[in-house]
């Protein structure tokens, strides 16, 4: 692999850092020696997810244990007030925000594996099952990245620079297989190339990161981890390669899979593998 890029100048926010691939993010970008300030829902002293166990003061020390900087926050990012709370208070400390990750994704809890909280399978044809589902998985995806691209969009185009990405799933090459969460990333990766129509005048730079099938520690406890391509720090090392390259905003608006990254920047996953393009059905 070659070296981390020197991001040691860099303030960087990563919502949605408690785990999964947000976690693998905050603790590339500490890799390369970023300032991390790293929100979610669950800590060690107060709520937490569906009673899991990681909570965001772990990714913050994971963070200092990489090289980096790592600060935790918490913070509802469904809650307009508590992102906009969010974002003062970090260009209050720290006086800039240099990046942006929208890692925040809740459209999967409750899944076991094999059905969600409502009794319906993965790709259960729509029409029977109900919509509800719809409304979680946009509200705890495409709306929090939106909420958290328009606080922190201000600060960036004042200063005529930033990157903010957007963590999602690359919709392009066919359906996913479930209605509510095709829908869902569809949304989010319009919401990349929107806000990146819109801010690539001012300098800012807006783009959507695709994982492949990501070792996270629900793929973990639900027995999928013999499924996934990856880990969660090859997603993050792609974020970080991003980050550092100054030419960026020729990727404004586009769906970047982090095994494109890979082969583009030189970098590899945590076990010096470097996984290709995550293509749907490719794991099974």
């Given at each position: 692999m070659t070296a981390p890029p020197d991001l040691s100048r860099k303030i960087c926010l990563?919502?949605?850092?408690?785990?999964?691939?947000?976690?693998?993010?905050?603790?590339?970008?500490?890799?390369?020696?970023?300032t991390v300030v790293v929100t979610a829902r669950s800590s060690e002293t107060g709520q937490r997810t569906e009673g899991r166990g990681e909570f965001v003061e772990d990714t913050a020390r994971e963070v200092d244990a990489a090289g980096g900087h790592g600060h935790h926050y918490l913070c509802d990012h469904t809650s307009e007030r508590a992102v906009d709370t969010l974002v003062h208070w970090t260009l209050r400390r720290f006086g800039r925000i240099d990046v942006a990750v929208s890692s925040v994704w809740g459209g999967n809890e409750g899944y076991d594996g094999e059905r969600y909280a409502d009794g319906a399978e993965w790709g259960t044809p729509f029409?029977?099952?109900?919509?509800?589902?719809?409304?979680?998985?946009?509200?705890?995806?495409?709306?929090?990245?939106?909420?958290?691209?328009?606080a922190v969009a201000p600060a960036m185009v004042s200063a005529r620079q930033g990157l903010i990405a957007f963590v999602s799933f690359d919709t392009a090459p066919g359906y996913l297989g479930d209605i509510h969460y095709d829908l869902?990333?569809?949304?989010?990766?319009?919401?990349?190339?929107?806000?990146?129509?819109?801010?690539?005048?001012?300098?800012?730079?807006?783009l959507?990161?695709?994982?492949?099938?990501?070792?996270?520690?629900?793929?973990?406890?639900?027995?999928?981890?013999?499924?996934?391509?990856?880990?969660?720090?090859?997603?993050?090392?792609?974020?970080?390669?991003?980050?550092?390259?100054?030419?960026?905003?020729?990727q404004a608006g586009r769906i970047l899979h982090a095994g494109d990254l890979a082969a583009t920047y030189g970098f590899t996953d945590a076990d010096g593998t470097r996984p290709g393009r995550f293509r749907v059905g490719s794991s099974e």
């Open positions: 990563v919502a949605g850092a408690s785990r999964g691939v947000g976690r693998g993010i905050a603790r590339a970008l500490g890799e390369a020696g970023a029409w029977r099952r109900s919509a509800e589902p719809f409304s979680q998985g946009f509200g705890s995806g495409p709306y929090p990245a939106l909420l958290l691209a328009r869902a990333k569809a949304a989010t990766n319009r919401l990349a190339f929107a806000c990146a129509q819109e801010l690539g005048p001012y300098g800012v730079t807006a959507g990161l695709s994982p492949g099938f990501v070792r996270t520690e629900r793929a973990i406890d639900i027995g999928h981890a013999d499924r996934a391509t990856e880990s969660p720090l090859y997603a993050g090392r792609a974020l970080a390669a991003l980050a550092a390259d100054p030419a960026v905003a020729a």
